[in-house]
């Protein structure tokens, strides 16, 4: 078998819904449809866990957070857990990533032979929450409602340019990929930070959605007091009482958020441009981390099991894969063994290392059953959250609050709990038998606390004295670029000339 190219398209915090078949008929995504269109799209997947890092570390591994460890944005990915780009370096590929991966730890590269960009996040412990202080803010890394009422246009930003930096060094990659030096196949992810808060916008993407429809959530505030016992804590760790959001923060919050898809896919359609110009063939997938609830309930960001949160769209355009649209719940570690089956990795090595299944099967017709799993023990949790996602019902357990129980198909929106309810008192039992086979609680909940206190005492120790923090610093070889004196000029002309003799 022909080991075939792999691009992977990561963004961040995109939320699902707005992809119920590829991108939404008015979102202006014509990169994003045209490859849609050859896509197996997945409109039911979730992430593994509704925060960046642990999303992250689960989508590379195939693992959840309880596995990995990885519980929320400062948490150590151990540099023993193999990821796709293990398996992938393993059977032969070469393996790089432009962009935004949030890795916590010493380990910067998890199986990538090169990365191209340092991270735009911190690599250290510094954001660790702490479930001994429930209710404390760390006011100077957590969100606020900031992200709202300073949204608007601006032509650069931190954001913009980490994501202009991103695409550059990608489209040069693909460039000198092209040119046949190495003649291994190729897996490069490409991971902007867009469309991830603050929600500010280039006024060309902006001026798209001038007279959008879709500026204020389907589903309005629900109130403080209305809002179930984690949404309140996420309120409450977002500084709600701080903040006077008008109806006009929240329309250029989400005209924002909608220009920077926009932002994205141009982007995105650059780089595939260059795979085009460079007569170079891919299988291409399309995800993101986790979503944004985008004001719907009052609720902004993610951090919860809700659909606007964690779902994301998924799509995968391989010439062994059929187009079209797939309904069966999916997740986003089902990545890893999906790669390894398309890359044609003996898939006995992939499968003691992830908790995930190739969707292989599932897009060629075949039934798949199990539940998708979910976790999240970071910032506004004092204890582990698990949901399950069973067919078309979903299901949420913490030892703190009431248990949640969803019908998807007669309550999209969420907004009727049915664990008290007695004609549903049988799904509700089979899916609590399912959750507690799969999850011990209070043993997740001691781990979540070891790992904090231990971080927590590290990080402090680690910023006495001298600092030596672990973010990736990307090499540039200068004496290897462009022409020097140990080059022939010639061979120099004629090698980095892409097609050659045209």
Known sequence: MTQPNILILMVDQLNGTLFPDGPADWLHAPNLKRLAERSARFANAYTASPLCAPGR?????????????????????RSDIPTYAHHLRRAGYYTC???????????????????????????????????????????????????????????????????????????????????????????MTVSFTHPHDPYVARRKYWDLYEDCEHLLPEVADLGYDNQDPHSQRIFD?????????????????????FANISYLDEKIGEILDVLDTTRQEAIILFVSDHGDMLGERGLWFKMNFYEGSARVPLMIAAPDL???????PVSTIDVTPTLGALAGVDMAEIAPWTDGESLVPLAHGQERTVPVAMEYAAEASYAPLVSLRYGKWKYNRCALDPDQLYDLEADPHELTNLADHPDHAGT???LRAKSEARWDLDRFDADVRASQARRWVVYEALRQGGYYPWD???????????MRNHMDLNTVEESQRFPRGE
């Open 472 to 482: 990736y610093q990307p090499l540039q070889k200068a004496s290897e670029r462009y």
């Open 57 to 77: 570390a689960s989508f590379m591994s195939g693992q959840l957070p309880s596995r990995t460890g990885v519980y929320d944005n400062a948490a150590e990915f």
């Open 428 to 430: 509700l039992q089979t």
């Open 97 to 187: 990533l432009s962009g935004k991966m949030h890795f916590v730890g010493p380990d910067q590269l998890h199986g990538f032979e090169d990365r191209l960009t340092t991270d735009i996040y911190p690599a250290d412990f510094g954001w660790t929450p702490d479930y001994r202080k429930p209710g404390e803010r760390i006011d100077w890394w957590y969100h606020n409602m900031g992200s709202v009422t300073g949204a608007g246009v601006a032509e650069i930003s931190n954001q913009m340019e980490y994501d202009d930096e991103v695409a550059h060094h990608a489209r040069a990659k693909l460039y000198d990929l092209a040119r046949g030096k190495d003649g291994r196949p190729w897996c």
């Open 322 to 328: 059929p187009a079209g649209r797939i309904d069966t």
């Open 237 to 257: 760790a977002n500084d709600w009482r701080s903040f006077d959001i008008t109806e006009e923060d929240i329309r250029k919050s989400r005209r924002a958020y």
